[in-house]
């Protein structure tokens, strides 16, 4: 029968409960851990879950059975037994979380053999008492052990495998060591115990009393489970810190790649340590064309055949490999195979052991920057060439000055010897001819340097186009492969132009023309009338053609090719200013200037010119040379010249007419014989002398005998604005009939055919 007497330590009930709770909120969370991780971690951490669980109830177990006291009888535990029943909840709790954990439709069936394992704990556990007493179950109070201990083994597995919070943990360890610690009391309330004599030597006795061996038990039972809570609690800080880490390092990744993918003109690619490319941001898909197609390619395919051919890709890479850095510019190719001149760097970049990774390409477009600095360079050299050919001109005026000077000595002395020799001898006269046509033909070429030095005073004229395209032929004599021919309308009209300037653009379109045939051809100059052209004012034309049969020029370069300094020759072949000098005389006429040009055909350039109202043309040629005609009245004349055998050519020539001469070699001795003389009619004087010069000269001798007649010479004019047109004036080199000419105007205060009275050579 039911032994009435027994009773239970309410302390050691106390302490089996906590333990129970303990336990199972130790075991729901080393679960939690279980669930977040993987591999030899996951196994780990559901050992330890199930040791928790399994141990922790066994714990409260053997607790509780200390708490049971049986007045005056002695109990003992068998060793097999007891160590059995710590086997078996730990297996089944193991076996039950591994189960669910990879098949939670299983959790009825896993928690229903949990409970009955560990319902098998708490019997087995029973059976291991040695006493002097029979055990007796209750049939009903056995079944609602086992349904108590089922309940809460599918409720623990379900906890296990859920998301819960620590509080949540910590409510259902409580409810479960309560479920557990009811599931051991209703069994030890179903268990009977009936009192037997005890046999001589059969009786076991413990040699700690129940109490303390129950609170050492438990003490260590709390401290196992508080290492395992601690460790859980430990990882799960660990854990999270790392996840912290993990979303920074995102974050920050995440940010860096919005970074690059969003610098669009810059090219940036990940290359692996051979070169191949790993990723790349959208600047890279811009520039470069590329899409998922690059990935794995090497990135020489960004390079020209020329820079691989050299080895230059693979190179960049061993200097950032070894300096760290490379940086360089040259021509890269798009996937169309276009090329843009690029800026490109390479950086190494290194793992933490100092090893290669990898190298980061950055590739920039620096194509207009480019073509900027080569604009600045052609704009420097057009300068330092304009720079050169203005100080060339400057030098070609001087020169010509002193030619001028030689020149006009050479000429007056040979008419004067012509006069003089003997006429019986025609060979004798036939080397005189020869001579002064030589030096009228030094006295032509002498005209277009300072045509081209802008030194001469140029004034628009009516001018017949032929006649002056056809007296520049010996001009326009080129290579052996270029042929020059000349297509003109009889009834072509004459037009208002500066004829001098006007040769000058036809020589410069001629040579253009020259230069774009390198392998010969064909330059037409032709002319034709034009009514109107819709830009012109409406009235007539003459446009002046020069075509060649070229190499032409596109439109870019057709767009800037009157544009100063703006030249397709090298270096030092052409200054750029030959189109924008013809554009700025068309201009300045009244007219302008077309350009027709197609690449492989050929370049035409029109001139357009007004035609002139009046039709008195000047000729351009030197006429026979006529007699000298004797002066109308001798004049007392005063010759000033620094140069000696101009002074005395002149001087010779005034006598020759019939003139009293005077002659002195600087504006201070010309002011000392003034002086010393009662009378001078005309002053003829240099222009460029050293201290005093013609001007200079014109004004002290306005100041000391007004009314005194000064005739201005000069081997060009470069007059200040003021004095151009106030004294007569004549031009080196000249001859006895234009010196004769320039005294008559000069004494009638007129100038005759404009304001300079130039001599002009016969063409040759």
């Keep these: 029968m039911h032994h009435h007497t027994t009773f239970h330590d309410p302390v050691l009930v106390a302490l089996s409960i906590l333990i129970a709770a303990l336990a199972s909120y130790t075991a729901l969370d080393l679960a939690t851990r279980m669930r977040a991780a993987s591999g030899r971690a996951r196994r780990s951490w559901l050992v330890a879950a199930a040791i928790a669980m399994g141990g922790g109830i066994w714990s409260m177990h053997f607790v509780g059975m200390l708490a049971f006291n049986l007045p005056g009888i002695e109990v003992s535990y068998d060793p097999f037994l007891t160590l059995l029943s710590l086997v078996i909840p730990i297996v089944v709790a193991a076996a039950a979380f591994a189960v669910v954990g990879r098949r939670p439709q299983a959790l009825l069936a896993s928690g229903f053999a949990m409970g009955l394992g560990i319902a098998g704990m708490h019997y087995t556990g029973m059976a291991a008492m040695r006493m002097a007493a029979l055990m007796a179950y209750d049939l009903l109070w056995v079944v609602l052990s086992i349904v108590i201990a089922i309940s809460a083994s599918v409720v623990a597995l379900w906890l296990a495998f859920r998301n819960t919070s620590a509080v949540q943990r910590l409510f259902a360890g409580l409810v479960m060591g309560l479920a557990i610690s009811g599931m051991h009391y209703a069994a030890m309330e179903g268990a009977m115990f009936l009192p037997m004599i005890p046999m001589a030597g059969q009786a076991g006795h413990l040699g700690v009393g129940q109490a303390p061996l129950g609170f050492l038990l438990a003490g260590i039972t709390i401290v196992i489970l508080s290492i395992g809570i601690a460790a859980a609690v430990y990882d799960r800080a660990s854990a999270e810190r790392a996840q912290r880490e993990a979303d920074a390092l995102r974050r920050s990744e995440e940010r860096f790649r919005l970074l690059v993918e969003g610098i669009a003109d810059h090219a940036i690619f990940m290359l692996d340590p051979d070169g191949r490319v790993g990723n790349w941001?959208?600047?890279?898909?811009?520039?470069?064309?590329?899409?998922?197609?690059?990935?794995?390619?090497?990135?020489?395919?960004?390079?020209?055949?020329?820079?691989?051919?050299?080895?230059?890709?693979?190179?960049?890479?061993?200097?950032?490999?070894?300096?760290?850095?490379?940086?360089?510019?040259?021509?890269?190719?798009?996937?169309?195979?276009?090329?843009?001149?690029?800026?490109?760097?390479?950086?190494?970049?290194?793992?933490?052991?100092?090893?290669?990774?990898?190298?980061?390409?950055?590739?920039?477009?620096?194509?207009?920057?480019?073509?900027?600095?080569?604009?600045?360079?052609?704009?420097?050299?057009?300068?330092?060439?304009?720079?050169?050919?203005?100080?060339?001109?400057?030098?070609?005026?001087?020169?010509?000055?002193?030619?001028?000077?030689?020149?006009?000595?050479?000429?007056?002395?040979?008419?004067?010897?012509?006069?003089?020799?003997?006429?019986?001898?025609?060979?004798?006269?036939?080397?005189?001819?020869?001579?002064?046509?030589?030096?009228?033909?030094?006295?032509?070429?002498?005209?277009?340097?300072?045509?081209?030095?802008?030194?001469?005073?140029?004034?628009?004229?009516?001018?017949?186009?032929?006649?002056?395209?056809?007296?520049?032929?010996?001009?326009?004599?080129?290579?052996?492969?270029?042929?020059?021919?000349t297509l003109f309308p009889m009834d072509l009209p004459k037009v208002k132009v500066d004829a001098n300037q006007l040769e000058l653009a036809v020589l410069n379109l001629a040579v253009n023309a020259r230069d774009a045939m390198p392998d010969g051809g064909l330059i037409t100059i032709a002319a034709r009338e034009e009514q109107d052209d819709g830009g012109l004012a409406t009235r007539g034309y003459v446009a002046l053609s020069v075509s060649d049969t070229g190499c032409g020029m596109d439109d870019d370069t057709l767009k800037h090719a009157q544009e100063p300094f703006f030249t397709t020759k090298g270096v030092g072949k052409g200054t750029g200013l030959g189109l924008s000098m013809v554009h700025g005389l068309a201009e300045q006429s009244g007219g302008r200037l077309v350009l027709k040009s197609r690449p492989g055909e050929g370049t035409t350039a029109d001139i357009w010119l007004p035609i002139a109202e009046e039709m008195a043309v000047p000729d351009l040629r030197a006429e026979a040379p006529a007699p000298v005609p004797r002066a109308s009245r001798q004049l007392a004349v005063l010759v000033v010249d620094d140069d000696?055998?101009?002074?005395?050519?002149?001087?010779?020539?005034?006598?020759?007419?019939?003139?009293?001469?005077?002659?002195?070699?600087?504006?201070?001795?010309?002011?000392?014989?003034?002086?010393?003389?009662?009378?001078?009619?005309?002053?003829?004087?240099?222009?460029?002398?050293?201290?005093?010069?013609?001007?200079?000269?014109?004004?002290?001798?306005?100041?000391?005998?007004?009314?005194?007649?000064?005739?201005?010479?000069?081997?060009?004019?470069?007059l200040p604005s003021d004095t151009r047109s106030s004294l007569p004036r004549l031009s080196k080199p000249f001859d006895q009939a234009a010196l004769a000419k320039a005294v008559e105007a000069a004494m009638r205060q007129e100038e005759p055919s404009g304001s300079i009275v130039a001599f002009r050579p016969k063409s040759a």
């Design 281 to 485: 941001n959208l600047g890279a898909r811009r520039l470069m064309g590329y899409r998922d197609d690059i990935v794995g390619t090497s990135y020489t395919i960004f390079h020209t055949e020329e820079d691989c051919a050299t080895g230059a890709p693979a190179r960049a890479l061993v200097e950032a490999e070894r300096e760290g850095k490379s940086a360089i510019e040259g021509w890269r190719v798009r996937k169309d195979s276009s090329r843009f001149w690029a800026e490109a760097t390479i950086v190494a970049v290194r793992n933490e052991s100092g090893a290669i990774a990898g190298f980061a390409n950055i590739v920039r477009d620096v194509s207009e920057r480019r073509r900027a600095q080569e604009a600045l360079d052609r704009a420097r050299e057009a300068l330092m060439m304009s720079q050169k050919m203005e100080t060339i001109g400057q030098l070609t005026g001087g020169v010509a000055h002193d030619f001028n000077n030689l020149l006009a000595a050479v000429l007056g002395s040979l008419e004067l010897l012509k006069k003089r020799l003997p006429s019986g001898d025609p060979k004798i006269q036939r080397l005189v001819d020869n001579a002064m046509q030589g030096a009228q033909r030094g006295a032509s070429l002498t005209q277009r340097m300072l045509a081209f030095a802008r030194k001469q005073d140029l004034r628009p004229a009516v001018v017949d186009v032929r006649d002056l395209v056809h007296g520049m032929a010996s001009l326009l004599k080129f290579e052996a492969g270029i042929r020059v021919e």
């Design 644 to 718: 000696l055998l101009v002074l005395e050519n002149t001087a010779v020539m005034l006598e020759d007419l019939g003139h009293t001469v005077l002659a002195a070699r600087s504006g201070e001795e010309a002011l000392d014989l003034l002086r010393r003389t009662r009378t001078i009619d005309l002053v003829v004087t240099d222009y460029a002398m050293p201290g005093m010069t013609g001007l200079q000269l014109a004004s002290a001798v306005a100041a000391e005998r007004p009314g005194t007649v000064i005739l201005l010479s000069s081997g060009y004019v470069d």
